[in-house]
């Protein structure tokens, strides 16, 4: 099990899991105040604006492999077109400030948030140490004895090298078609 301790500013709203089968914790927008008079409780996104939300939620994981990603909500996304900007958002394990959400509206009409709409969610996840080694001669026969002992046939191929279909491109008649049309 992960534990998650986590502080919020006064205004800022719990993280809510929908269900306790939910893989994310649903975070909402806060309106923090940073000065003595506030902006209000809602903000307008224009089309393909990008707009900043402080949850005003601090985390502090209890195991250093636990880090947690940003991902969009389906609701608000299929519904107002608003995603965060860079989904998936990777919050690192020794991150200590709030976590921000950066929404950009995608439609084309202007779309309002308001105070303590759930805006994105945090979903943590377990990772291993890596241990990173530069290796300075010798990494072509590294790659060509694991690729010959695990079988692997990719190589540098990526971007959809391994094939955009699962089963065989359907064959279509030429001649068939330009009659039809």
Not at 16 to 38: E, H, M
Not at 80 to 99: A, E, M, T
Request: glycine share 10%.
């Amino acid at each position: 099990m992960i534990h998650i301790y986590y502080e919020k500013e006064p205004l800022a709203f719990h993280p809510v899991q929908g269900t306790s089968r939910s893989a994310g914790l649903d975070l909402c927008a806060a309106n923090i105040p940073k000065r003595l008079f506030s902006v209000g409780p809602a903000k307008v996104i224009l089309p393909f604006e990008v707009v900043k939300f402080d949850t005003g939620i601090r985390w502090l994981p209890d195991d250093p492999r636990v880090h947690a990603l940003i991902l969009p909500r389906s609701g608000i996304a299929v519904k107002k077109q608003l995603v965060p900007v860079n989904s998936p958002g990777l919050i690192d394990n020794d991150y200590r400030g709030n976590i921000i959400v950066a929404l950009q509206n995608r439609g084309l009409v202007p779309r309002i948030v308001n105070e303590g709409d759930k805006i994105a969610q945090l979903v943590p996840f377990f990772q291993e140490e890596v241990n990173l080694q530069y290796v300075a001669e010798g990494f072509s026969g590294m790659v060509e004895a694991a690729d010959e002992y695990y079988g692997n046939t990719r190589g540098q191929g990526g971007f959809g090298s391994t094939g955009a279909r699962i089963y065989p491109e359907p064959q279509m008649d030429l001649e068939q078609c330009n009659k039809e049309v």
